[in-house]
């Protein structure tokens, strides 16, 4: 019987070890980041697609964008004071007319005639005013002479009742006789007594009717005047001096009183008048700040007068230059004003983009340059102007942040660059 043979263990050479080992690594390596990654999902994004911002410190004012349109800061309404058909127009709408310029006539039969009658009137009152002050010279003649008839008569029968008396007491005449001279000169005493009353009386009479009838004539010549000046009236004149607009008659047109004839534009100053969302009207106030650019050149403005009517959403304000105004603007010119709603403040700034719409400003995506990716990040946003959001929490100055729109990102984890 034969001894057995020992059999030898082969041994693995070296290079295939080496190869074992890689794979093992490499598989683990793999395990372990689909292990670390399970959950996150991704998208491929192009960067030429993208607009990135760098989150970094500055000065930060709250303001809204506002558009307003160009006003003459006067503007004064030329209303029919007299009602009457347009004859003619003088001057072409958008001049610039001085004051007191007619601007149009006007023809109102009614008004002549009343005028002329009025003149009539007035002549007729003249008249009887001289008639009445004739009368009552007269009269006041005929009283004046009465009294001085008075006057002579007492004088003669004084002295007849004093010869009588002497008569009398010397038994010429009878006591009779004397008694008649004596009740006549009495009489003519009490007479005489009763003309100077009543000439006193005539006389205040005269004057008070003198002032009855020239107080009726005075206010028939105010009334004559008044019916004058509505013939003035008749044609339209420019009340100050500024640039004719809105002024649409035609000849043959009938005009009546109170109509809107036309309005002058006083040129020497501008203001403009703005609508404002409602949103915002518990933030607005007389005096808030304003300002524009135009031609280089930043201009400034101050709220004059708010508006509270609000209609269609929004509501309207006036603002005011604070000093010079441009040259070169117009009535009627469209202006993008700033409003401030705050002062200046240092704070964390990011450009404003389209992402805010999908986002509510909750949470972004920040670029990681080195691994050439853009992942979510949480963020609190505070206040905002149309150029950038005032950053609160979760990002630093220095990140970059994707700030296009995230329409197309689905809510993606990652976002790879390519």
Do not use: C
Request: aromatic letters at 8%; a negative charge; proline letters at 2%.
């Amino acid at each position: 019987m034969g001894m057995d043979k020992q059999i030898k263990k082969k041994k693995w050479p070296w290079w295939r070890i080496g190869i074992y080992v890689v794979v093992i690594a490499g598989a683990a390596f793999l395990l372990s980041s689909l292990y670390r990654e399970a959950g996150t999902s991704r998208l491929n994004v192009s960067q030429d697609r993208i607009l990135l911002d760098t989150v970094h410190t500055g000065v930060f004012k709250e303001y809204i964008t506002i558009f307003g349109t160009v006003e003459p800061f006067k503007t004064v309404y030329l209303d029919a004071v007299e009602s009457g058909k347009v004859e003619e127009i003088f001057v072409e709408d958008g001049s610039v007319i001085a004051q007191g310029t007619p601007i149009m006539r006007l023809s109102n039969v009614d008004l002549q005639l009343n005028v002329l009658n009025q003149e009539a009137q007035i002549i007729d009152q003249i008249n009887t005013i001289r008639n009445q002050a004739i009368l009552m010279d007269q009269q006041s003649l005929n009283l004046k002479e009465q009294s001085l008839n008075v006057m002579f008569q007492l004088d003669l029968f004084q002295k007849r009742t004093d010869r009588n008396r002497e008569l009398y007491r010397d038994s010429v005449i009878a006591q009779v006789e004397y008694q008649e001279t004596q009740d006549e000169y009495e009489h003519l005493l009490r007479r005489r007594t009763l003309l100077k009353s009543t000439l006193e009386k005539d006389s205040t009479y005269q004057a008070l009717q003198q002032d009855q009838m020239e107080n009726s004539l005075d206010l028939m010549r105010r009334n004559l005047e008044f019916a004058k000046n509505s013939l003035d009236n008749l044609v339209v004149r420019a009340p100050i001096r500024g640039q004719l607009s809105s002024m649409d008659s035609e000849i043959g047109e009938l005009i009546n009183r109170g109509d809107r004839i036309a309005q002058i534009d006083v040129l020497d100053s501008y203001k403009i008048r703005a609508r404002i969302d409602e949103f915002y009207i518990s933030r607005i106030f007389t005096q808030q700040e304003g300002s524009f650019t135009m031609d280089g050149q930043t201009y400034t403005l101050r709220i004059k007068k708010i508006y509270p009517e609000v209609a269609n959403g929004s509501f309207e304000v006036d603002l005011v230059f604070e000093n010079d105004f441009p040259k070169n603007i117009k009535r009627g010119q469209s202006i993008a004003l700033k409003l401030s709603l705050s002062d200046e403040t240092r704070a964390k700034l990011l450009a404003k983009g389209g992402f805010f719409q999908q986002t509510g400003g909750n949470w972004v995506y920040q670029v990681d340059g080195g691994r050439g990716v853009a992942t979510k990040r949480d963020i609190k946003i505070g206040r905002q102007n149309p150029d950038y959001y005032e950053v609160v929490e979760g990002l630093n100055e220095g990140d970059i942040i994707i700030v296009s729109s995230y329409d197309n990102y689905n809510n993606k984890e990652e976002l790879i660059l390519k």
